[in-house]
């Protein structure tokens, strides 16, 4: 067992804890950020979003790093809409190793279907949810590094897992198509970093993301 297995499965306890805690409608992930393709290494009650195993992230960056409100490698109480149109409400823990490293998230995704039959409890347990169209707007220096350190981290593992010496265009165009979905190029030096991590210039890298917008639209 590797050193970042060992840590993350530390926090198998406290998921299944906290799912039996909150009932069927919370859902935990647990997320091994050193695989990003298929980041999802664990799942309680996974029939609230239908989260697998070996999925890959969806609002880590998007969402969570891109709010204002993230703070303290956490952001709790923002929402999304399942394909179905249930609101999820969430909460989402970076873990890091014992170098501070970024290695995983613990996800909380609670179905608040059912609370709107229960004003009361609804009214003392929801809060206004995130606006996570806002920009952010860190308010230091520091908050700004850790994120642009956790997307950073986010690239070279990536790369690092799909890079090989005869890399073809296509597959290049696929790696980029990932990244464009999961919000790296949203960050700030993001198609700079991919574009030296992976032999190229950078006006390349903008050619294959309008390649790949014009065949989606």
Do not use: W
């Amino acid at each position: 067992m590797t050193e970042i297995k060992r840590i993350l499965e530390n926090y198998i306890p406290l998921a299944k804890s906290t799912a039996k805690m909150f009932g069927p409608n919370c859902e935990i992930v647990i997320h091994d950020l050193t695989n990003p393709h298929a980041s999802v290494m664990f799942t309680v009650n996974n029939h609230v979003t239908g989260r697998e195993i070996g999925q890959s992230f969806d609002h880590l960056v998007k969402t969570v790093l891109q709010s204002k409100q993230f703070k303290e490698d956490h952001l709790a109480g923002y929402s999304f809409k399942t394909e179905d149109n249930r609101t999820i409400r969430s909460s989402t823990s970076l873990i890091r190793d014992n170098e501070q490293k970024v290695i995983g998230a613990f996800c909380i995704n609670f179905d608040v279907e059912a609370l709107n039959q229960m004003q009361h409890f609804m009214d003392t347990f929801l809060s206004p949810p995130v606006d996570v169209q806002e920009n952010r707007t860190p308010s230091s220096e520091d908050e700004i590094e850790n994120v642009e350190g956790i997307v950073d981290q986010l690239i070279q593992q990536i790369i690092q897992n799909s890079v090989h010496p005869f890399m073809k265009r296509y597959e290049k165009i696929e790696l980029i198509r990932f990244m464009d979905e999961k919000g790296i190029f949203l960050m700030k030096g993001s198609v700079e970093k991919v574009a030296s991590l992976l032999g190229i210039s950078k006006v390349t890298v903008y050619s294959y993301l309008d390649d790949i917008k014009n065949k989606s639209s």
